[in-house]
């Protein structure tokens, strides 16, 4: 088994940064394996679980339109961690940010993660205000 740890959530203000961080750990062999397709994943309350940021077995990598240029992954293949840091936050970032990986599969490829990964942390919740 895997285990995700998100940290780094809070309020802030229009405008300002966070950053977030996923911890993983748990069966080293299950560990390497799930390491290959990792993501970061939002939901805002009423509203669909959406991809924010996937990274896939070669570190491609994809964004959410809405984040492009304001958020940054940084993923630590020795320390097992996967941050995200988030500069000029808006309101409509507002939402509970999750973790998540999977072991490898096609479907992954690109950074492709989606609702059927395998691991996810507990969450950690970002509010941005106006």
């Known amino acids: 088994q895997v285990q995700l740890v998100e940290s780094g959530g809070g309020s802030v203000q229009a405008g300002g940064s966070l950053r977030l961080s996923c911890a993983a750990s748990?069966?080293?062999?299950?560990?390497?394996?799930?390491?290959?397709?990792m993501g970061w994943f939002r939901q805002a309350p009423g509203k669909e679980r959406e991809r924010v940021v996937g990274i896939d077995i070669e570190d491609r990598t994809v964004y959410a339109d809405s984040v492009k240029g304001r958020f940054t992954n940084a993923k630590d293949n020795a320390k097992h961690t996967l941050d995200l840091q988030m500069n000029s936050l808006k309101p409509e970032d507002t939402a509970m940010y999750y973790c998540?990986?999977?072991?490898?599969?096609?479907?992954?490829?690109?950074?492709?993660?989606?609702?059927?990964?395998?691991?996810w942390g507990q969450g950690t919740q970002v509010t941005v205000s106006s």
């Open positions: 748990g069966d080293i062999y299950v560990l390497y394996s799930a390491w290959d397709c």
């Open positions: 998540a990986a999977n072991s490898w599969t096609t479907s992954c490829k690109g950074g492709l993660i989606g609702p059927w990964a395998k691991y």
